[in-house]
């Protein structure tokens, strides 16, 4: 069956540091996600991407985001210099269209020290 | 905008007992509707949606909700659970009509099944 794979599974960096997050969304999908859960909190949006632009953005998702589909099978988020609130489980989810719903990598745990 | 409230946070079950998970929503336009499981260190794995058409939906591993538009709630049912079930449950919420089906999640209910 078919799955999104998010590499690395947990990742710990300095405060002030760059991370990338990987994904490898579902091969035939369209549309490209990230998420994230503070610990204790809801899973919240922050982006979407859709024929090789963002779609739609959260507050969340300020400058210090940004995403990119480098190839026709990454898809990763960049975070340009770290802060301890940015500690938290990132998720990434490809869907094929607007009814299908989304389908979730296993997720990348940062944490920022 | 829309909301989303899950009412249970947490939901202790007994093996072979039934269960229900409540989840209320809010909106102003049409919305889709999903829940999602979390196993333990895994990611989230969509169980079943609403789209339109008929209020009871079914799902994977003997799941199923209803969706009651008067009281804006879609509850998640199972009949019989399983020490299996024992995971973490998310109530979602799109826009229909939305290019970029972004979901809005509900704070999730912890189900533990009981021997």
């Known amino acids: 069956e078919p799955e999104v794979t998010q590499t690395p599974s947990h990742q710990v960096t300095q405060m002030g540091q760059e991370v990338i997050l990987r994904c490898v969304p579902i091969?035939?999908?369209?549309?490209f996600y990230w998420y994230r859960q503070i610990l204790g909190q809801k899973v919240e949006f922050l982006v979407s991407?859709?024929?090789?632009?963002?779609?739609?953005k959260s507050e969340i998702f300020d400058d210090q985001f940004s995403v990119e589909r480098p190839d026709g099978s990454n898809f990763t988020l960049k975070i340009r210099s770290t802060k301890l609130e940015d500690s938290a489980m990132y998720f990434c989810?490809?869907?094929?269209?607007?009814?299908?719903?989304?389908?979730f990598g296993q997720g990348t745990r940062l944490t920022v020290v | 905008a829309q909301s989303v409230t899950q009412l249970d946070s947490q939901v202790p079950v007994f093996e072979e007992a039934p269960v229900e998970l409540r989840c209320n929503y809010s909106s102003s336009v049409s919305v889709y509707l999903f829940w999602y499981v979390q196993y333990p260190n895994q990611g989230l794995q969509l169980l079943l949606k609403y789209l339109s058409g008929s209020t009871l939906v079914k799902g994977i591993n003997g799941f199923e909700a209803e969706f009651n538009k008067s009281q804006t709630s879609f509850h998640l049912r199972k009949p019989s659970v399983h020490i299996s079930d024992t995971a973490e449950y998310f109530c979602a919420v799109s826009e229909a009509k939305a290019a970029g089906n972004k979901l809005t999640f509900g704070g999730g209910t912890r189900v533990l099944v009981k021997p």
């Open positions: 989810a490809s869907s094929s269209g607007r009814a299908s719903g989304a389908f």
């Open positions: 091969s035939n999908h369209l549309y």
């Open positions: 991407f859709y024929n090789n632009e963002i779609s739609e």
